[in-house]
């Protein structure tokens, strides 16, 4: 089993998806699909620190999610809110700072106090890092760095002739966040769905087959061995990225 080292990955993003088709598999409300997927969210949080994982992210609502049917956006809402209530305390225990991705001013006022309350609560940590992507999308993450990039140029801070990729992604909402080196996707789809879009440029790709509400340690185990037998080229040629082979010669007898 993997543990913390070299080729254990920094941070790992996860698009949990399949909360809605694990509960239609047993016919039972949606609801209870998202109900289940909070568990799994405990323990891969636990599994992650375990590992080494140092920054985990996931996609709990994207802003695409609003247009969902009102009594689920509501249920999801309340799902957060309790989330946040009861697992303030943990993160504190194991030393876990919250941040946040999205436009979270938008949430309902309930979750978002707990929100802001659990990231000043664990605001001095620097070991481990989860980051609820909450109504984030790449697009509107683009958009509002964009603007405050425009602001910066008109405030005289910025200067466009020097824009560069470095200094227009301290505008993101992940200007403190490394990028992610894994990107897992559940429930069999092969999509990102607007999910971290820019920062997943050299990111390892796995897509699992399993529901989130199935997904387990294991299975982010298994997620983490095929991440280290892949080769990251970041655009080199293979020769270029791999360690120098050591020729070992044998003393030889004289
Ligand atoms: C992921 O599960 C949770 C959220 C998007 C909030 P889904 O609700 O998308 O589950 P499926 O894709 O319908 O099975
Ligand atoms: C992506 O899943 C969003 C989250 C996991 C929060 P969706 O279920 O909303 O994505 P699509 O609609 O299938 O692309
Ligand atoms: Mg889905």
Redesign the pocket.
């Known amino acids: 089993m993997p543990s913390a080292g070299p080729n254990v990955p920094r941070h790992v993003a996860i698009i ?7 509960a239609k598999q047993r016919g039972l409300p ?1 609801i209870e ?2 109900r289940r ?1 909070v568990e799994t969210v405990r323990s891969i949080i636990d599994a992650a620190r375990e590992l080494g994982i140092q920054y985990l992210t996931l996609y ?3 802003a695409e ?1 609003w247009q969902r049917p009102p009594d689920e956006v509501s249920a ?1 809402m309340s799902l957060l809110e309790l989330f946040l209530r009861r697992e303030a305390k943990t993160l504190i225990k194991n030393r876990i700072r919250l941040h946040t991705i999205g436009r979270i001013e938008e949430l309902p006022a309930g979750p978002l106090k707990e929100l802001k309350r659990a990231i000043a609560a664990t605001q001095e940590f620097t070991d481990w890092n989860l980051v609820l992507a909450l109504n984030y999308g790449s697009r509107t993450e683009l958009a509002d760095a964009a603007r405050a990039y425009a602001d910066a140029v008109v405030a005289g801070r910025e200067k466009p002739e020097e824009c560069s990729w470095s200094a227009l992604s301290r505008y993101l909402y992940t200007a403190d966040l490394p990028d992610p080196d894994l990107l897992i996707r559940t ?1 069999g789809e092969t999509r990102l769905s607007n999910f971290l879009l820019m920062q997943c440029a050299y990111a390892e790709m796995i897509f699992s087959p399993v ?2 509400p199935d997904f387990t340690k294991a299975e982010l185990v298994t997620a983490i061995e095929e991440y280290q037998r892949r080769e990251r080229r970041f655009g080199l040629t293979g020769e270029q990225v791999k360690p120098p082979v050591r020729v070992h010669r044998p003393a030889v007898n004289q």
């Open positions: 949990m998806d399949g909360n809605g088709r694990w949606r699909g998202h997927g709990a609502f994207s999610n999801l429930s529901l989130w």
